[in-house]
Structure formats: structure tokens, C-alpha cells
């Protein structure tokens, strides 16, 4: 599903250059339900943003699902993010004056879908992430957990092939993280690729491989044996 | 492009501040606010100028005797020549573009003594000798009665036809005027009719204090055997007379034995020309108007602008989640770009109406207290409207043009960093 070979970055800020990515090769199939983990400034966001094609790699190659992804214009770029890609970020970024059908239907309406259809397939992604009774609310009448579920809803809504989680839990309590978390198992088990970084070890083993990063390069790659969330009741 | 949904996001954005929005709006109202009384004034001020045109033919000119300028074939100069009824023949005979050529005759004048008597009234009067053709070029309501026909000038009937005012001040206000006999300058004309001039202009009162008699009893009854005193020429539809003009002084200058590089000898006040002079300048003055309200409507146009760009840098955030989320960056540039035009053209109709309604206001003052001189009737019509349209759509798209590029000019990635 992902194939990116010797991917590097860096940053240049004035007269000094940063190299964060140093020679990445790395390969995700289809199915998969990788954690992302390293140390602050080990560079996991500069690589799933590169993965998001919302920032772009000096040198390497990336291969997203058979299409190899290189010198896009953004409104190629636009189109393969909407087609094949979901993102979920920490600070959850739903949009402030939408309620949470209309967010999670944003996605829908870039694809053109017409607005009953975009409706009813946002509200069913809604069910699915237990917030079918707080379509109309907006974001600052939501919860943390309940905005990162709305998140979730609206990353899955376009029916990405990958789903790409920036610290999804970073800014939940564990209680709500071990919801999200359960969420994105479910979602794993139907078949959907996700990546998640994160700091945090219970929610990487709650994955099905852990990816280490340090300075720039992959130290560690494993398969571990997943830890199920225990079927908790959603608020 | 402009289904349910574009538009809901555009309301949604325009109405999340709206006393800036307001503010902002005024800015473009205020401009085309501007530009529409600009136009409207101007056009009043046209109106009421070309109402002291009244309906005169302004194809016209007037052409009178003056001192001869040059010696000419050993005649000396400082000569003075008078027209006569051949010169009238020979410039129909030679410059066949000419519709009307009205000789005429005329007594009294500008602070002349009394010359006009009706039992015991008395007045001063301009009493001219006239062809039939004069009430086309100078047009005037038969209140009453008829005017002068080629009947009257063939017998030389001592007919005449007087004016409102000559009426006010040789009759009394019941009495019967049509078959009465007025002297003028000793000699008895029978009244046939009445007329008042439509000319608006200032000298009004003067227009209607006129007595109009037939040329050839004219000629006979004040012995002016077959002089001219001037005439009033009007060319075809087709030609101007001001163009016209050269070959029929060519016709006189000949048959007088006048230099033809005697520019003295003949006076002339050519309609046309005042005319097209007067056209020229009320042109002068709409595009000073359009290069006015434009500038007034640029400054409103630079603050939608700049609204735009803070709205534009406010929602940095936004646009690069909608962006992860796959909006293409025209979807981006056209959200910006719509909008600005959306407030430009809203604002911008309520600049107009408010225009419209002050010009109404404006019209219906001074419908209520009477004609003003040089100003009648300010409006601006449909093609004004449209293209105020036009500006307005256009300097939307300006307005929003850089902020849109703004809106996209930066990564998704860094757009989606900033707080
Ligand atoms: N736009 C940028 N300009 C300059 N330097 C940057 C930029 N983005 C990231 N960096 C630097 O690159 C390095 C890697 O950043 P990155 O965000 O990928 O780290 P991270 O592993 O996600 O860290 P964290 O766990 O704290 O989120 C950091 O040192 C950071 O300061
Ligand atoms: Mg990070």
C-alpha cells in the first residue's frame, strides 16, 4: 500500500539546515495498523506529512498504492489526498462554525457528492463512531474524545485508503484515548491501512507494529501481538 | 458554480463579523453612491441646458448682413450690403441639402419704443415677417386661431399672430382676441392666432412677447421691397449645417461682389455648432464623472481588499484543513474570490438604490416647486446601472484576486501549523 525508499528532508532556516529525514525505507501493506514512535523531534510528524502529501520529500521515492507520488501539483495533490487519504490531527481541527455532520461531510463535498448523499453517508460515519445523536452540535460543545471521534468520522467519510493519525490521542485522557483507540481497532479490522503516531506505549501496542524513529533514521521495526481496547460503553 | 452550498459558506463567512462586514461594504456603497449622483447630476444639468433648446431644430443657423472686410474687384471695404429675396432663390438653387430657408424681416427689438397699438394699449414688441416654414424651426403652440400659410403670403394678407404675453398686455383677460385689429406701426393687422413658445430658457417672457406676420405683407406694409434682413437656414436630417454653411456664404459672398476671403461679412449663429459644443462638454463631464466615482469606488474596492486578505490570514488554519481534506486550490481561490465579489456587488447595489432614491427624492422636490433653470429631471438610466454592474464585478474580482492567491500561496503543512 506504502512503499517509500531512502526518503530525506530537511529544513533550511536561514543559514543553518536541519536534516530531519535521513534515509528512510519503509513498507506498508494493506491492512496494517502501524505505530509511529521516537522521541520528540525525531522527525514521525515531517514523515507522515510527507506520507499525507501535504509537505513533500527532497529526495526518495514514495509509492502510494501502486501510483508513485512525485513533483504533484496541488491540485493533483488535492485530489489524491481526498481520494486516498484520511487525517486525523491531535488538536482534533474541525472546522469551528460547522456542527459535526457538516465537518464530517467536508470531505464529501470536495468529492462532488451531491448534498443528500453527502448527508446520509456523514451521518452513518457518524454512527459508526457513536455520535449520531450530536450531528448538530458544533465542536465546542464536544468533548475532546467526542471531537476526535467526529475527526475520525470525517477522516473515514471519503473512504480513504489509508487513515494517517498525527498523536490522535495526545490531547485525551486515557479513558478517551482507549475509545479512540477502539475505534481505529474497528476500523482496522474491517481492512482499512492506518498509521498513528504517538508517545505513548500502551497506544502503540495497541497497534499491530511499531516503527521507531530516532535522528532522522528507522532504529527498530517490529511486529508486536496487538493489545485489544476492552469493549468499553461510548459516553 | 452557484449551488446551495457555495453559498451557504459564503453567508456563513460574511455573516461571522458582521460590523465588519458592514463597514466594509460601505466602502464600495459609498463609491458607487457617488458615481450614480455624479451621472445623475450631470445628466440633469444636460437635461435642463437642452431644455433651452427647447424643440428648435438644432440643425439651424441664423445668418445675418454685416461690413464688409476686404476690397474686393475695386469695390472698397467698410461697404455694407443687404439680402434680398434673389439671394434666397439662388442658395435654394445651390446647395440643395437645405430643407427650410426662412427669410424674415423684423421691427422693434430689445428696448425699442412702442410700436404696437390697441385701442388705448400700447407696447414694445418684436414683430417679425415671416414664411410659414419658421414654426419648424423655431416651434411654438397655436394656443388659438392658426399660424401664418402660404395663403397669407401669396395675397399678402395683413394677418398676424401674436404671443401670450402681447395678449396679457394689449387685451383684457375675457376678451376675444381672434378678429380684432391691432396697429402696428400705424398699419392694421387682423389677429388670427395665438402661440406660446415651449422654450424653457431664462429669456422665456421675452419669447412670448413676439408678433408674427406674414413676410410679404410685411415687406409691403413697412416698405421693405425685396430686403432680407436675415434668414433662418436648416439643413436635410442627413447633413450639418455647420458643414453646409461654407457653401452657402460662397452663394452670397458671389452674388454681392464680396471677397471670398471675407470673413467679416457675413454674421451667423450656427445652432448646430453651440450644440455639438454643448454635447461635447456634458460628454466631458460623465467621464469625469465615471473618473471620479471609479476613484471612489477603487478606495472602497482596496478595502474589501484588505478585508479580505485579514479574513484570508485569519482562516489560515481553515483553509489548510480543508486543503488536507482535498479542497483544490481552485475550490480555494474560488470560495475568496466569490465572496469578495458577492460583497462587492451587494454593497454595491445598495449604493445604487440608495442613489435611486435620493435622486427620486431629489425629482420629486423639484416636481413640487416648479422648473429650476439649467436643471431638470436628474436620472441615470438602465446602461448606467449595468455598467456600474460591470465595475462592480470586475473590481470584485480585483478585490479578491491577491487575497485568493494569499489563500493558497502557502503549504498545506505550514497552514495547518499556525494557530
Ligand atoms: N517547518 C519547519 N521548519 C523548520 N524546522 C522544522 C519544521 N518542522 C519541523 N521542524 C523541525 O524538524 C524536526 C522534526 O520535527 P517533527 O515535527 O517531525 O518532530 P516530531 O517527531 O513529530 O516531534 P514531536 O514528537 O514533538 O511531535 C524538529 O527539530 C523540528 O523543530
Ligand atoms: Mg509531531
Known sequence: MIEITDLHKSYVMGTNTLHVLKGIDFTVNEGELVAIMGSSGSGKSTLLNILGMLDEADQGTYTLDGTLIHNLNEKIAARYRNKFLGFVFQSFNLISYKNALENVAMPLYYQGVKRNERNEKAMHYLEKVGLAEWATHLPNELSGGQKQRVAIARALASEPKVL???????????????????????????????????HEDDIAHMCKRIVNLKDGIIIDDSIISQVR???TSHV | MFNRDRWSEILEALSSNWFRTVLTAFGVLWGIFILVILLAAGKGLENGVKADFGDIATNTMFMWTQTISKPYKGLPKGRRFTYRLGDVQAIKDNVPELRFISPRNQLGGFGGSNNVVRGLNTGAFNVYG?????????????????????????EKRKVAIIGEGVKTALYGSNEDVLGTYIKINGVNFIVVGTYKKKSQGGDSEEDQKEIYVPFTSFSQAFNRGDRVGW???????????????????????????IHPDDDRAIGNFDLYEQYSRIEGLFFALKLIAYFVGTLVLLSGVIGISN??????????????????????????????????????IISGMLGISLGALVIYAINKVLDANGPVDMFSNPSVDISVVISALIILIISGLLAGFIPAQNAIKIKPVDALRTE
Open chain 1, 164 to 198: 494517517l493519525a498525527d498523536e490522535p490521542t495526545g490531547a485525551l485522557d486515557s479513558t478517551t484515548s482507549y475509545e479512540v483507540m477502539e475505534i481505529i481497532q474497528s476500523i482496522n479490522d474491517e481492512g482499512k491501512t492506518i498509521l498513528i503516531v504517538t
Open chain 1, 229 to 231: 481496547v476492552k469493549a
Open chain 2, 130 to 154: 415671416d414664411y410659414p416654414e419658421i414654426i419648424e424651426q423655431q416651434p411654438m403652440d397655436i394656443t388659438s386661431g392658426r399660424f401664418i400659410n402660404y395663403g397669407d403670403i401669396e
Open chain 2, 231 to 257: 434668414m433662418a437656414i436648416t439643413a436635410n436630417d442627413g447633413s450639418s449645417i455647420t458643414e453646409l454653411k461654407e457653401n452657402i456664404f460662397d452663394v452670397v459672398k458671389q452674388r454681392h461682389t
Open chain 2, 307 to 344: 478585508i479580505m486578505l485579514i479574513v484570508v490570514k485569519e482562516r489560515t488554519k481553515e483553509i489548510g484543513i480543508r486543503r488536507a481534506l482535498g479542497a483544490t486550490p481552485w475550490a480555494i481561490r474560488g470560495q475568496v474570490l466569490l465572496e469578495s465579489i458577492v460583497l462587492t
